[in-house]
């Protein structure tokens, strides 16, 4: 039987890379099962008494972990969750990973140790967190706080890690591979932030601040105080210059160029999601 004719299950298939790897396999005809809380069967993280009905009959996984792989605790549920998943008999994992990121690393390292055909597929800043996420909020308010400094960032597009990641479920020859999945180009936040101003012709600017200003800033928004902390913790480790450098994975993988900066910034300003009478993005 082919790789494409059993069912994928896609954790946190909701999200900024899960849908669209949902979207993906099912363009190339694969039954896909989403993972999420509102499924049926339900999907939790938090709860590993959802997980085996969630991978009965499931042959492969893409694997997000929420919120986050690179927050403290992560490896070790991953960990459960990869050796769970291969008593069930699900034969590929894909891991979606941080670079950079040290908790992150540790998450890969269970999943090459489940018994799984693996492939990792790492990823730096997601650009869609600039308007599928509670920066969408800070974009609409003219100003975008980051404990970013003014580091430089190959800002990765969700649809190239969902395609990257659809390739790796779907295809032979990525077992036991790390796809470091980057931009085209290097920004910094300022620039990034820059192309987001020109694109919706408003005015938005970056402010770089420090990462006890950042929690106190988003969490007055309603984010949840832990995982504003955890967030500002990752930021502070992965900010530092060590992602600073492109890769040609999504050529090697795809055969096409990855997505720039500046096109999601002029697709995404004509959808008016960072228009000042846009609601919130959730």
Same mark, same amino acid.
């Given at each position: ?55 009965? &009959?499931?042959? =492969? ?6 919120? @986050?792989? %690179?927050?403290?605790?992560? *490896? +070790?549920?991953? $960990? ?68 970013? &400094?003014?580091? =430089? ?6 649809? @190239?890690? %969902?395609?990257?990641?659809? *390739? +790796?479920?779907? $295809? ?68 530092? &210059?060590?992602? =600073? ?38």
């Amino acid at each position: 039987m082919t790789p494409t004719a059993q069912t994928t299950l896609v954790l946190a298939g909701t999200g900024k890379t899960g849908r669209r790897v949902a979207s993906g396999l099912l363009a190339h005809d694969v039954p896909v099962r989403v993972g999420s809380r509102r499924a049926d069967p339900p999907f939790d993280w938090q709860d590993d008494t959802t997980w085996e009905p969630a991978l009965h &009959g499931i042959d =492969a996984a893409y694997v997000a972990f929420y919120p @986050d792989a %690179a927050f403290p605790g992560a *490896a +070790a549920t991953v $960990g459960s969750f990869a050796d769970l998943a291969v008593d069930c008999g699900v034969r590929r994992l894909v891991l979606l990973a941080d670079r950079g990121a040290g908790e992150a690393e540790r998450c890969e390292q269970a999943v090459r140790d489940s018994g799984a055909e693996w492939t990792v597929v790492r990823a730096g800043f997601i650009t869609q967190n600039f308007s599928e996420a509670f920066l969408a909020e800070s974009v609409r308010a003219g100003v975008v706080a980051l404990p970013a &400094g003014g580091v =430089a960032e190959p800002f990765t597009d969700a649809e @190239d890690i %969902a395609d990257v990641a659809v *390739a +790796a479920l779907t $295809g032979n020859g990525h077992g036991g591979r790390i796809h470091d999945v980057t931009g085209p180009r290097l920004l910094t936040f300022a620039e990034a932030v820059g192309e987001i101003a020109r694109a919706a012709r408003r005015d938005v600017r970056y402010m770089p601040v420090t990462p006890e200003h950042f929690i106190s800033s988003v969490t007055a928004r309603g984010v949840p105080a832990e995982y504003a902390t955890q967030l500002a913790g990752l930021m502070a480790e992965v900010f530092d &210059g060590r992602r =600073a450098a492109v890769t040609d994975t999504v050529e090697r993988v795809l055969g096409r160029s990855p997505r720039d900066f500046a096109e999601y910034a002029h697709e995404t300003a004509a959808t008016g999601v960072w228009d000042t009478r846009a609601g919130s993005s959730g």
